[in-house]
């Protein structure tokens, strides 16, 4: 018996930008009794249906944008005669639905790192269980990744969570719902001993994956001064102090090593946890802009963001510390007119994010968004080749609309135009060659403007078009731009690199770290 497991995809480009961690933590959760389970990443190649045998066992995590494909990938597994596990947050928000659409046996809800080895013992004697609660663990809980079962070779950057849940609310977001409210922190040893083994294979680029990398902002701790709330108070300057401490260990780590994150807008007023950034080698960050103007920020529950040239000064406050901005953008929300396209577009070149990224609006299950429309749905009802719209997840790529909430004053057609000419507009040559100029050396330039072509490929050709043969032609182009970008990612291994001494220290001092030998010389 074989355990499989298998991260979907639609779109397969032979190289990935970062590593599908759940892949590698249940693989670290698979005890050994099973054997070496066997990594399928669909972002890289499809799967091949001929390497599943009867009696394996074949995990399968589903986001929405995926889940589709996941569900082929059950209903391939369990005609082999397998066992089908189904995770991941869509099956904890649907978890029926997998049964129904995806041939599953069983289905793991929330957190899996402890549960999975129960679904796994079930499953071998026969006798799955129908849902599988995983809830949500705590932060000394999480279960550090199998890198041993890495292809090097694939991938440019490699993924290590530090923390999971996030305090605020917005509406197109389900993580507050998914994994809660509360942030729930991994010990910094942990995630230290996990980089240096990460470091040691050759990766020296690290998506700290985390829901919010800040999630304690300077104005929480005034509320909660206000309030005269105590309690609450320690609670969040212990959070607050905890992320201080890993990020003076992230700082004694070897000097070329890159992290990335996800914080929110407000860091940008904080200018010590942004200078600790910097010294963590923290060198940038996706921030969640979302909208320019103080009605769209209102439209997302997301108003504790500026807007106009005050949005622009404060993205430019991370630049001045040393923190690079991916800056997310959503279009299409009831407030957005034709004039905010290039609005948004030049708020984004003039604030100088050295990255972004511009979605159409979609409710995604679990947001406030979602449960506002489904519940306008049930009046008239829309569908699409017989899939009510509120199930766009279940409809063919092929007729699966683009936007699924009808705009007051503009089409779906002329929202994805837009977006598209957003899209070219800020990765033109000239504006990428520009923002290249953050890059010390010409090799890391040049590694900069491949990266940045093949992100505009990855996310806008095949994205939002719906033009079957320009999607091709931007998978195609993908894929060799991934190809040629990867080796300007891959690092000389540090097998040599010591894992870190940790040695005791008094109250109200930062953990101690000795790392013997960090360059590997």
Known sequence: MNVHLVNPSDNSF????????????????????YGTPKLVDESLE????????SGDIVGISVHTGNAL????????????????????????????????????????????DLIWASALADCAAGTPGHIYAGGK???????????????????????????????????????????????????????????????????RFIALADDNFYPVTLTDLRLAKAQNNTEKLRNLEQIREERFHLMAQLARLPKDMVFFTQITMEAAEDAAFLDA??????????????AVTPEGLKAVYKDFNYSGD?????????????????????????????????????????????????????PFPGTVDFNGWEKEQLVKPTLVGGIPIVRYWLIPTSI??????PHPIMSSDEIRDRTQGVW??????????????????????????????????????????????????????ARWIARECRRLFHAKPLPDLAVPTWTKTPANALPGLTILNPTGD
């Open 14 to 33: 032979g190289t990935a930008v970062i590593t599908p961690r759940w892949l590698f933590v249940l693989a670290a959760a698979t005890p050994r009794s």
């Open 46 to 53: 499809p799967l091949d249906p001929s390497t599943i045998q």
């Open 69 to 112: 494909r996941g569900y082929e990938v059950g209903n391939l597994a369990r005609e082999r005669g397998a066992w089908v596990i189904y995770g991941g947050i869509h099956a904890t928000l649907y978890p029926e639905e997998a049964f129904d659409r995806g041939g599953a046996h069983s289905v793991v809800t929330g957190d899996g």
């Open 137 to 203: 663990i705590e932060g000394d809980q999480f279960i550090a990744a199998r890198w041993d079962l890495v292809d090097t070779d694939k991938y440019m950057w490699a993924s290590v969570q530090t923390i999971r849940g996030c305090p605020k609310h917005c509406s197109f977001c389900s993580v507050w719902r998914t994994d809660g409210q509360k942030p729930r922190q991994r010990n910094f040893q942990s995630v230290i001993e996990e980089i240096v083994d990460l470091r040691r294979r050759g990766f």
């Open 277 to 290: 950034m910097r010294a963590a080698n923290i060198k940038g960050a996706l921030v969640g802009v979302e």
């Open 310 to 362: 005050r949005l622009a000064q404060q993205l430019q406050e991370f630049r001045r510390h040393g923190v690079h901005v991916l800056g997310s953008f959503i279009f299409g929300l009831p407030t957005d007119k034709p004039e905010t396209f290039d609005a948004t577009v030049d708020l984004a070149l003039k604030s100088g994010i050295t990255f972004a990224q511009f979605v159409m609006m979609t």
């Open 400 to 405: 699966r609309p683009k936007m699924f909430t």
């Open 424 to 477: 070219d507009k800020f990765y033109t040559f000239p504006a990428i060659w520009k923002r290249s100029r953050c890059c010390p050396t010409l090799r890391s330039r040049l590694g900069f403007i491949f990266l940045s072509k093949l992100y505009r490929q990855m996310y806008a050709g095949t994205g939002i078009s719906t033009d079957s043969a320009r999607r091709k032609k931007a998978k195609r182009t």
